[in-house]
């Protein structure tokens, strides 16, 4: 096993608008710990490196596996988020979308392509 990412931080700027955004929108579990505001998403964090020219804006981008992505987009623009590109397919792998949350972190959702034996 390579080396791993164990946390990632998501700006924001204020907490309870966070715990109530994310709690709602994805049923993360959130909690405070030695003076922080911690959550679990409930699976492993992974990844991919995408080659651009430049890397723009103020990092990485993460991807949010859900079941229903049309239903989770609805549930983000119900909690004040906002859909940047609806969902997209992905040949051969499956769809994703575009959000941007509260705060104006950008997002993606990811639905796999369900595999055939």
Request: a neutral charge.
């Amino acid at each position: 096993m390579g080396d791993a990412i164990v946390h990632v931080e998501i700006p924001v700027t204020n907490l309870e608008k966070a715990k109530e955004f994310y709690s709602k929108v994805f049923g993360w579990k959130i909690y405070e710990k030695a003076g922080f505001t911690l959550f679990e998403s409930g699976a492993p964090i992974g990844g991919s490196f995408n080659k651009v020219d430049k890397v723009k804006g103020d990092g990485c981008l993460l991807y949010i596996a859900v079941d229903d992505i049309e239903k989770k987009l609805k549930e983000i623009e119900q909690a004040s988020g906002k859909v940047l590109r609806r969902k997209t397919e992905i040949l051969g792998e499956g769809w994703d979308a575009l959000f941007e949350d509260v705060f104006g972190n950008v997002f993606y959702l990811f639905t796999p392509r369900k595999k055939t034996a």
